[in-house]
Structure formats: C-alpha cells, structure tokens
T-cell receptor, first 110, second 115 residues
Framework: DAKTTQPPSMDCAEGRAANLPCNHS???????VYWYRQIHSQGPQYIIH???NNETNEMASLIITEDRKSSTLILPHATLRDTAVYYC???????????FGTGTRLKVLA | NAGVTQTPKFQVLKTGQSMTLQCAQD?????MSWYRQDPGMGLRLIHY???????DQGEVPNGYNVSRSTTEDFPLRLLSAAPSQTSVYFC??????????????FGNGTRLTVT
C-alpha cells in the first residue's frame, strides 16, 4: 500500500514550531515527497518537496530520514493562519498516481 | 498566467442527469488529474492523463469518464449522476507525470450536489 500515514490531528501553540510527521515506508529510491495543505475546502496549496536532503523555503522546512521512510514538515513559528489539514503525498510505485492519505488536521491555538 | 481553472464553481444536479466538469491549464503541463473529496475525507484520485490522447484510471473511476484531446483541457464527465457523487472535485496538473521537481498545481474546485 503506497499511501502515506500521518497522525489524524495535532495542536500547536501560536508562535511555537509545528512538527508534522509522515510515514512513507514504500517510497522508492527516486521518488520525491511532497507536502500540501488545505484550508477549509480550498484547493490544496503546495508547501515543499524533497528527495533525500533536508529542504527549506519561505514557508517551511522538510526533514527526510536517511532511509527515506519518513519525513517531518516543520512550520518554525506557527500562526493561526496555519490551521489547516496537511498532506504528504508520494507517487504510487510504478504508476503515475499521486495518492493522498487522510492528512493531519493541525490546529494552532492562540 | 491563470494556472488551473475549473468551471463551474458550484453545480446542483438531479439524479440521472449528465454534466461535464471543465478543467483547463495554461502552463503546457503534460500531466493532469481529477480528485474528489468527500466531507471530512482526504482526496481520492478518479482519473489521470499523462498527455493528449492518454488517460488512465485512478482509485475511484466508476461513474466517471474522461478524455484528453488537447494538452490544455481535461474534462470530467458524469453520464448519469448519483447522490453518491456529491462531492468537491479538484483538478490538478504537473509539467511531468513523474513528478520530480514539479509538484502538482491544483484548481479551486467544483462543488457538486446531486439530489
């Protein structure tokens, strides 16, 4: 099963770092991990992606374990506007299907 | 640059009616796909296309048809709508089907209600 596994929900205090884990143990060697978030029922918004090395952009950081079986999205200073559902996705091995799991519902608390 | 455009934004159908959800992208992307999202659930892949003239099934293809006659457009057809197809539908595109450094770009969705 190529679906990713994420905790269903997490809370984070405003201003603190939010660390969202994802398990993708079936990922193949040349596949990227992509992270998206969805606020209310809007279209998923791209956050960041990575292959092997850790990545950082203006929105977040991505830490990928050495065996590439899991990753963590880090929002360094969470704000109330970061309250959303966060998805990590990978391509189903041997296909062109990008499969979403159920995501993590992050609630940032004032 | 409009990105991925979905029309209509909202639609109400009666059971048995047919309709086409439109998706267009102006980024010359090879890869396009359709997802549905039921309340409180994640996105499920319906159909996808790796280029003009090539389509394939995703996780939940039953009840939906697609075609890809041009690079820009990827319409999703409901031939006989059922209440179980009440959902929010998202179209996504990417420069290449193999991903790599090219993440998916999503449209803003079509909210479909079948009564």
């Amino acid at each position: 099963d190529a679906k990713t596994t994420q905790p269903p929900s997490m809370d984070c205090a405003e201003g603190r770092a939010a660390n969202l884990p994802c398990n993708h143990s079936t990922i193949s060697g040349n596949e990227y991990v992509y992270w998206y978030r969805q606020i209310h029922s809007q279209g998923p918004q791209y956050i960041i992606h990575g292959l092997k090395n850790n990545e950082t952009n203006e929105m977040a950081s991505l830490i990928i374990t050495e065996d590439r079986k899991s990753s963590t999205l880090i929002l360094p200073h969470a704000t109330l506007r970061d309250t959303a559902v966060y998805y990590c996705i990978v391509r189903f091995p041997g296909t062109y299907k990008y499969i979403f799991g159920t995501g993590t519902r992050l609630k940032v608390l004032a | 640059n409009a990105g991925v455009t979905q029309t209509p934004k909202f639609q109400v159908l009666k059971t048995g009616q047919s309709m086409t959800l439109q998706c267009a992208q102006d980024m010359n992307h090879e890869y396009m796909s359709w997802y549905r999202q039921d309340p409180g659930m994640g996105l499920r892949l319906i159909h996808y296309s790796v280029g003009a003239g090539i389509t394939d099934q995703g996780e939940v293809p039953n009840g939906y048809n697609v075609s890809r006659s041009t690079t820009e457009d990827f319409p999703l057809r409901l031939l006989s709508a059922a209440p179980s197809q009440t959902s929010v539908y998202f179209c996504a595109s990417s420069p290449t089907p193999t991903g790599g450094n090219s993440p998916l770009h999503f449209g803003n969705g079509t909210r479909l209600t079948v009564t």
